[in-house]
T-cell receptor
């Protein structure tokens, strides 16, 4: 059965303390893996798409990487405004059902 | 408008009532998706439109759920005879690219929070 598991469920960091969020997946025929950010009371906001193992994408303090079994979202020197829930999602070929994980709730303390 | 607009933002319904949730996508966006998000969980796919055509409704949980996009712009998600387990946030997303399920770059609205008593 296709699964997307994110860890940890919650992460508290001090401002400037770098860390990584994990998204492990078991999907046959991966078409793409996506990262989104969701603030409380808002809809998810698109961050990255990764298509193949070895691919990396960067945006400001965020870098996303992909292997055949998992993806990491690395956060370098985070700031309080990076506090949010980070969601990963996968999509299979011949499918429109973007399957999301439960998310990692990140809190960055000043 | 500048983004995806959903209404109402909050809806309280008594069990057994019918509800209708509206989505105004970004102008010109071809693809439109509906998702259901329970508290503390990620969004779950409900249905997908390309223009007015409903290409995928495999995620609709029962025949009480119905979605339409008659003119290829505004969409309505209707839930008949609501049950308590229908309580969730219903998110609408749109994309300019008809291949957007594959690009993943969807623009989400803020959602409609449905509470069924």
């Amino acid at each position: 059965e296709d699964q997307v598991t994110q860890s940890p469920e919650a992460l508290r960091l001090q401002e400037g303390e770098s860390s990584s969020l994990n998204c492990s997946y078991t999907v046959s025929g991966l078409r793409g893996l996506f990262w989104y950010r969701q603030d409380p009371g808002k809809g998810p906001e698109f961050l990255f798409t990764l298509y193949s193992a070895g691919e990396e994408k960067e945006k400001e303090r965020l870098k996303a990487t992909l292997t055949k079994k998992e993806s990491f979202l690395h956060i370098t020197a985070p700031k309080p405004e990076d506090s949010a829930t980070y969601l990963c999602a996968v999509l299979k070929y011949n499918n429109n059902d973007m399957r999301f994980g439960a998310g990692t709730r990140l809190t960055v303390k000043p | 408008g500048a983004g995806v607009s959903q209404s109402p933002r909050y809806k309280v319904a008594k069990r057994g009532q019918d509800v209708a949730l509206r989505c105004d996508p970004i102008s010109g966006h071809v693809s439109l998706f509906w998702y259901q998000q329970a508290l503390g969980q990620g969004p779950e796919f409900l249905t997908y439109f390309q223009n007015e055509a409903q290409l995928d409704k495999s995620g609709l949980p029962s025949d009480r759920f119905f979605a339409e996009r008659p003119e290829g712009s505004v969409s309505t998600l209707k839930i008949q005879r609501t049950q308590q387990e229908d309580s969730a946030v219903y998110l609408c997303a749109s994309s300019l690219d008809p291949a957007s399920p594959g690009t993943g770059e969807l623009f989400f609205g803020e959602g409609s929070r449905l509470t069924v008593l």
